[in-house]
């Protein structure tokens, strides 16, 4: 394998590797100027020691180092599982909030400085999480990833378990902006379609976004939906929604993401360079390509030259824990808080 390294402001693009190391080809499109990160997949993970080798691994690419995700939210959408906490599906939380509110925002604080810290640990800057869509009953591909149908619970939970995630040393991504709950069709197959008005939206979707951006919510993922009352383009191609209402109206200064380019609700955009291109023009700051191997060249032979913002790259940057699980065992916060994951998932059979 090279060890030629790319220096330089990183690129608006993050994208996926095929495996558990990384081959010399992967290597050279990593160091692609326009590349700024890497979404790891469960099947780039056998092991935590395997898992910090091929982060290092990432990190040796560039300079300033590439970012490095995964969905590791909990419950179904856990990336990495064997010699990693469980962690529950946030609907458990919710649950656990109707019993008793300040308990529940405990025990969110908790799993989320237990998920921060083993992924810290392995060298993953963050995960994107949390999930903020309200629970409508409506929406398989979400279901019990959401945390509640009451827009306050899912503003105080989340905003605990942002709280957890800050304190492990990991920033925070909230999705799927402005709310992927309502609608019964999954976007990763469909172009889903939300026709309600824009007051009945602001009045339960947009709330734990107005509360969390104001407590720091590092970062956002727009929806691929569309809205027609709004906007006739998905919210993740929309000017009006991530420029005017959530940058504008709403203040939010941090990272926006694209969702999932080669999902089927970005198709209305065009082609992979064509919907790079729209989510960047309406405001994303970086766009992700995943499982689309194809793609990949097309995509970074035709997007034109640019860079991320550099301040909001750097407040995505995880903090530097001593590499390896084993090394959090050391740490009395960490062992606490692993005890009362393991307290309340014992409390929810």
Same mark, same amino acid.
């Given at each position: 394998?090279?060890?030629?390294?790319?220096?330089?402001?990183?690129?608006?693009?993050?994208? $996926?590797?095929?495996?558990?190391?990384?081959?010399?080809?992967?290597?050279? *499109?990593?160091?692609?100027?326009?590349?700024?990160?890497?979404?790891?997949?469960?099947?780039?993970?056998?092991?935590?020691?395997?898992?910090?080798?091929? !982060?290092?691994?990432?990190?040796?690419?560039?300079?300033?180092?590439?970012? +490095?995700? *995964?969905?590791?939210?909990?419950?179904?959408?856990?990336?990495?599982?064997?010699?990693?906490?469980?962690? /529950?599906?946030?609907?458990?939380?919710?649950?656990?909030?109707?019993?008793?509110?300040?308990?529940?925002?405990?025990?969110?604080?908790?799993?989320?400085? &237990?998920?921060?810290?083993?992924?810290?640990?392995?060298?993953?800057?963050?995960?994107? !999480?949390?999930?903020?869509?309200?629970?409508?009953?409506?929406?398989?591909?979400?279901? $019990?990833?959401?945390? #509640?149908?009451?827009?306050?619970?899912?503003?105080?939970?989340?905003?605990?378990?942002?709280?957890?995630?800050?304190?492990?040393?990991?920033?925070?991504?909230?999705? #799927?902006?402005?709310?992927?709950?309502? &609608?019964?069709?999954?976007?990763?197959?469909? &172009?889903?379609?939300?026709?309600? /008005?824009?007051?009945?939206?602001?009045?339960?979707?947009?709330?734990?976004?107005?509360?969390?951006?104001?407590?720091?919510?590092?970062?956002?993922?727009?929806? #691929?939906?569309?809205?027609?009352?709004?906007?006739?383009?998905? =919210?993740?191609?929309?000017?009006q929604w991530l420029q005017q209402i959530l940058r504008g109206q709403m203040g939010f200064d941090g990272m926006i993401f694209s969702d999932d380019l080669s999902m089927e609700g970005a198709s209305v955009a065009g082609g992979v360079v064509a919907r790079a291109q729209a989510a960047l023009a309406a405001g994303c700051d970086m766009v992700l390509l995943c499982n689309a191997p194809g793609a990949t060249g097309e995509l970074l032979a035709g997007?034109?030259?640019?860079?991320?913002?550099?301040?909001?790259?750097?407040?995505?940057?995880? =903090?530097?824990?001593?590499?390896?699980?084993?090394?959090?065992?050391? +740490?009395?916060?960490?062992?606490?808080?692993?005890?009362?994951?393991?307290?309340?998932?014992?409390?929810?059979?």
């Open positions: 394998m090279s060890e030629a390294r790319a220096v330089g402001a990183l690129g608006p693009v993050m994208l $996926d590797v095929a495996g558990l190391e990384l081959v010399e080809a992967e290597c050279e *499109v990593l160091r692609h100027p326009l590349v700024g990160g890497v979404i790891l997949f469960s099947r780039n993970y056998s092991s935590p020691k395997q898992l910090c080798a091929l !982060t290092a691994a990432i990190r040796a690419q560039r300079q300033p180092e590439l970012l +490095i995700a *995964v969905d590791h939210e909990g419950g179904r959408v856990q990336r990495f599982q064997q010699g990693f906490s469980r962690i /529950p599906p946030m609907r458990r939380l919710g649950e656990a909030w109707d019993r008793n509110r300040a308990e529940a925002c405990k025990a969110a604080r908790d799993i989320a400085y &237990v998920l921060a810290s083993e992924l810290l640990a392995c060298g993953v800057d963050f995960s994107f !999480t949390p999930v903020l869509d309200v629970d409508f009953g409506e929406s398989g591909v979400i279901g $019990d990833r959401a945390f #509640h149908a009451n827009p306050e619970a899912i503003s105080q939970l989340s905003a605990a378990l942002i709280a957890g995630l800050r304190e492990a040393g990991m920033a925070s991504v909230g999705k #799927h902006f402005p709310g992927h709950g309502y &609608v019964r069709a999954d976007s990763h197959l469909a &172009v889903p379609v939300d026709a309600r /008005p824009y007051a009945e939206i602001e009045a339960a979707d947009l709330l734990p976004y107005r509360e969390l951006i104001k407590q720091g919510l590092s970062s956002v993922m727009p929806a #691929h939906v569309i809205y027609p009352e709004i906007d006739a383009h998905p =919210a993740g191609f929309s000017a997007l034109p030259s640019s860079v991320l913002n550099q301040r909001r790259a750097e407040a995505m940057r995880g =903090a530097r824990l001593a590499p390896g699980l084993e090394a959090l065992q050391s +740490i009395p916060r960490f062992s606490l808080a692993r005890a009362r994951l393991d307290r309340f998932v014992a409390s929810q059979a």
